[in-house]
């Protein structure tokens, strides 16, 4: 179920906004930036958003400028032809804590601590396990079940309709089952990656 596939059809809409960037002078060193601080900002809102519902709608939105951004920064790199090692590093490192400060805001707005520490533990081993592959000598493994792309629609999705269901679905709110959701299947995708690349390997 990754979305990650269809990278090279996002790529194709991409052209307006890589030439904006490009307008208006930013790098795709500064777009990742940009891109963080967005999630930085969803991870607030939804820090809070128990206080007022419609705040999962506005770090909704929060979340999908985040991935659009993350695909513009590597289309602008290499329009640019300035893609490079370094920048490839800042925007992984930039993206994991992106996904960290994403779940911990989520966490902290229901006060599910315990949920939180086994999703973002799932979604950072999900991400080692696909570069590991890459440090292994293998290609960077994208697959399974769940990659970013497919956690970032979910979190944006699931908490656009969090602004508007409110009620409790058996033990955990919408965001709780998302939660779980991602501690639960983020392990099996990391899982799924690494029996692959120990096939690759065998």
Do not use: C
Not at 26 to 55: E, H, K, M, Q, T
Not at 64 to 90: H, K, P, T
Not at 99 to 106: Q, S
Request: aromatic residues 10%.
């Amino acid at each position: 179920m990754t979305l990650d596939k269809f990278r090279s059809v996002a790529d194709r809409a991409l052209g307006p906004f890589v030439g904006a960037a490009r307008t208006v002078g930013l790098s795709p060193n500064g777009v990742s930036v940009i891109a963080f601080l967005l999630a930085v900002a969803a991870g607030i809102v939804y820090g809070v958003a128990a206080a007022d519902p419609f705040r999962y709608l506005v770090g909704a939105v929060l979340v999908f400028l985040n991935g659009w951004l993350d695909l513009v920064d590597g289309a602008l790199a290499r329009e640019m032809n300035v893609a490079s090692s370094g920048g490839d590093l800042l925007d992984h490192v930039l993206d994991r804590y992106a996904d960290i400060v994403i779940i911990v805001g989520l966490a902290a707005g229901i006060g599910r601590w315990a949920l939180g520490i086994a999703a973002v533990t799932g979604v950072l081993m999900t991400s080692y396990l696909g570069t590991q592959a890459q440090a292994v000598g293998l290609d960077r493994v994208y697959g399974g079940l769940l990659g970013r792309a497919d956690r970032l629609a979910l979190v944006g999705i699931t908490t656009g309709v969090a602004a508007f269901v409110t009620l409790p679905l058996g033990p955990f709110s919408l965001v709780g089952w998302l939660l779980v959701v991602f501690a639960v299947v983020g392990h099996l995708t990391a899982a799924q990656r690494f029996y692959y690349s120990m096939q690759a390997l065998n």
